[in-house]
């Protein structure tokens, strides 16, 4: 199985902020590299799909680029509603698995 | 619309199985996807639990493999997770998920809290 290394753990920023995210993948990953936004009390909720694809109703300031084995999530301006968990996730063709997520919060 | 519902126990003790269903609306189980366990234990990240094709067939993951089985019941267009021989690090909110966007979850359950205690 894959094993996806995420980070960092925390990050602190100001809203206004460009902020990057990063996970590594055990693995070539082909194209099934997925990113949520998770709240406390919520599901999470796809945030992007297919490594750069924006998922429904989130706003163009959120992106995500890589290939390979490293892949990342920017933020280019963050906005208060934006403070939460981030999840990457793999599919490698027969399991699913998470990085360990990284906690955004206000600096 | 492809809407999951998770129902089941809150409160599980220590040694016994866990039970949870999660149920369908929107779409037969049967006709499409796979149908997908994943729980977040407090404080910590989420993890894949385990996934069931419209098919039957089933995968887990290898960390919990020996404990866990999930299955369809089309006839109620539901699909459930049984965990056996739980102890505290089982307890977690279980969220039922389907991935029908490019292998990504785009379709979530609420989520159900379950505590295991005696």
């Known amino acids: 199985d894959i094993q996806m290394t995420q980070s960092p753990s925390t990050l602190s920023a100001s809203v206004g902020d460009r902020v990057t995210i990063t996970c590594r993948a055990s693995?070539?990953?082909?194209?099934?590299l997925a990113w949520y936004q998770h709240k406390p009390g919520k599901a999470p909720k796809l945030l992007i799909y297919?490594?750069?694809s924006l998922g429904s109703g989130f706003p163009s300031r959120f992106s995500g680029s890589g290939s390979g084995t490293e892949f990342t999530l920017t933020i280019s301006s963050v906005q208060p509603d934006d403070f939460a968990s981030y999840y990457c996730?793999?599919?490698?063709?027969?399991?699913?698995?998470f990085g360990q997520g990284t906690k955004l919060e206000i600096k | 619309q492809v809407q999951l519902q998770e129902s089941g126990p809150g409160l599980v003790k220590p040694s016994q199985t866990l039970s949870l269903t999660c149920t369908v609306s929107?779409?037969?189980?049967?006709?499409?996807?796979?149908w997908v366990w994943i729980r977040q234990a407090p404080g910590k990240g989420l993890e894949y639990v385990g996934s069931?094709?419209?098919?039957?067939?089933?995968s887990y993951n290898p960390s919990l493999k020996s404990r866990v089985t999930i299955s369809l019941d089309t006839s109620k267009n539901q699909f459930s997770l049984k965990v056996n021989s739980v102890t505290a690090a089982d307890s977690a909110v279980y969220y039922c998920?389907?991935?029908?966007?490019?292998?990504?979850?785009?379709?979530w359950g609420q989520g159900t809290m379950v505590t295991v205690s005696s």
């Open positions: 929107g779409f037969p189980i049967s006709g499409n996807y796979y």
């Open positions: 069931v094709s419209h098919t039957g067939s089933a």
């Open positions: 693995q070539t990953i082909t194209r099934y």
């Open positions: 297919k490594v750069s």
């Open positions: 996730q793999a599919y490698d063709g027969s399991s699913w698995t």
């Open positions: 998920a389907s991935p029908q966007l490019e292998f990504s979850f785009d379709v």
